[in-house]
C-alpha cells in the first residue's frame, strides 16, 4: 500500500500459543504485501488467503491467526476511509450494547464473590459473570465434586448469596469452563451433572450458562438445551461457519458465542446472522487484548441479535492504552465506537514496554507441561 497508514490486528490464539503465530503470518505475507490502497478489500483478501491455504487452514489455529490478519486489514480499510469498522460492515443496528464484566473464578466464601460484584457495580457495569464452583485463595482449594446434587446445591448456595446483596438490575451470567479446566483433578460435568445443576439454577434469572460440555458434545448441548429454560452459551473455541452450524442445526446452544478475533470479523457477522435466523441471540466472546476487544465490539454492532458483549473489568494497559480512541462505555452499555477503522493505538513505546516472552502462552497444566507461576 502507499499511503502510510498502519493496520492493527489481533489473533486470541496469540493468548495460547504466539510462537506459532510468525510463522503463519509470513506464509501469507506475499498475498497482502504491495497492494495499492484500493486493493484493500478485507472480505476479499480474507477469501484469497483461504483459498491459498484450503488444505491445512480450513479450521483451527491457522484460521485464527487469519482473524487477526483479517482485523488488520478492516481497521487499515476504516483509516482509509475515515469510518468505524462496523460503518464498512453495513452500519450500526443497535445505539449501545449491554455489556458484561468478567469475573473469572467464583470467590469464596461468598462475601469475597459479593465484594467483586460491588467492585464492578461501582466500575460502572450492571452484569457479570462468574465460574461454576469456587475458589478459596486463602488456601488455593477449588470446589471439586462428581455429585450431581452437591454441584446443584453449591450454585444455588452462590446464587442465592448474591441474590442477597444485588437488585433486579444487575444480571448475572455463569460459565462453565468445561472445555478450558484448568486443574489436573476436576473432572468434566456428565449430562446428569449439568441438567440438576440447570433445573435448581432456574428460578435465579440467569441471563446465560456458558460452557458445560466440551464442545465435541453437541448432543449434550443440544438435549441440555430442551431440557431446561436456562439459556445454554457457548463457542468459543469454534473458527469456522460450519463448526457454529453443527450446533445451530441441533438448535444446540441458545446464545452462541463467537469470537471476532479467534473466526474473524466478517465470520463474526455471518455466524450471528445463522442464528439470528433460527430465533437465536449472540453473545460475543473476547478475552483478548485491546485490539481483540474492539475487533468484537464492532462486529457486534454490525451484526443481529446481539444479546450482551463481554468485556474485561479490571483492564490492564494493553487493553485501556491500545483501545483508545475506540471504547465508549458509560453506564454499563458500549456505545459504538466513532473513531476510524477499529479505534486502536500500537505506539512503539506500548510495544517496547511489553516484549514478547517466549513460553507465556496459556495452557492447561498435564505432566511433563506445567505453568510457571
Known amino acids: 500500500m502507499d499511503s502510510g497508514i498502519i493496520g ?13 503465530v510468525p ?10 504485501v504491495g497492494l495499492t490502497d484500493d486493493e484493500i478489500q478485507p472480505g476479499q483478501i480474507y477469501d484469497r488467503m483461504m483459498r491459498c491455504a484450503h488444505f491445512w487452514a480450513r479450521t483451527g489455529m491457522a484460521v485464527s491467526v487469519l482473524a487477526g490478519i483479517e482485523a488488520a486489514l478492516w481497521d487499515l480499510r476504516g483509516k482509509l476511509d475515515n469510518k468505524p469498522v462496523y ?76 441474590g442477597r446483596t444485588t437488585s433486579g438490575d444487575f444480571a448475572i451470567c455463569m460459565d462453565g469452563h468445561m472445555d478450558n479446566m484448568h486443574h489436573a483433578d476436576l473432572r468434566p460435568w456428565t449430562i446428569d451433572i449439568a441438567k440438576t445443576v440447570m433445573q435448581a439454577i432456574e ?27 436456562v439459556d445454554i452459551a457457548g463457542g468459543e473455541c469454534l473458527t469456522t461457519p460450519n463448526e457454529f452450524q453443527a450446533f445451530a442445526d441441533l438448535d444446540a446452544l441458545d446464545i ?40 468484537n465490539i464492532h462486529a457486534a454492532f454490525a451484526s443481529p441479535g446481539i444479546a450482551i458483549v463481554e468485556i474485561p473489568p479490571l483492564a490492564g494497559p494493553l487493553h485501556t492504552e491500545v483501545w483508545v480512541p475506540g471504547l465508549r462505555f458509560e453506564d454499563g452499555y458500549i456505545l459504538p465506537p466513532d473513531a476510524p477503522g ?27 507441561k506445567l505453568q510457571v507461576m
Open 8 to 20: 492493527i490486528g489481533e489473533t486470541y490464539i496469540g493468548y495460547f500459543v504466539p510462537e506459532v
Open 203 to 229: 428460578p435465579y434469572g440467569l441471563l446465560f450458562f456458558e460452557e458445560p460440555f466440551n464442545y465435541d458434545q453437541v448432543n449434550d448441548y443440544a438435549e441440555l438445551c430442551r431440557s431446561t429454560t
Open 87 to 162: 460503518e464498512l460492515l453495513g452500519g450500526t443496528k443497535y445505539d449501545r450494547l449491554l455489556c458484561y464484566a468478567t469475573g473469572s473464578v467464583s470467590n469464596y466464601p461468598w462475601p469475597k464473590l459479593n465484594a467483586k460484584i460491588e467492585q464492578y457495580r461501582v466500575a460502572g457495569f450492571r452484569a457479570a459473570k462468574f465460574a461454576a464452583g469456587w475458589y478459596d485463595a486463602s488456601n488455593q482449594c477449588v470446589f471439586n465434586s462428581t455429585s450431581p446434587q452437591e454441584w446443584a446445591d453449591i450454585e444455588s448456595e452462590k446464587l442465592e448469596a448474591i
Open 23 to 32: 510463522n503463519i503470518v509470513d506464509f501469507f505475507r506475499s498475498i497482502l
Open 256 to 295: 452462541a458465542q463467537p469470537d471476532a478475533s479467534f473466526i474473524g470479523i466478517g465470520t463474526f457477522v455471518d455466524v450471528a446472522t445463522m442464528f439470528a435466523k433460527r430465533g437465536r441471540q449472540i453473545a460475543t466472546h473476547a478475552w483478548s487484548s485491546g485490539a481483540g476487544i474492539m475487533a
Open 342 to 368: 477499529l479505534g486502536v493505538t500500537l505506539t512503539e513505546e506500548i510495544k517496547n514496554r511489553f516484549p514478547f516472552i517466549p513460553g507465556s502462552g496459556e495452557f492447561n497444566p498435564v505432566p511433563g
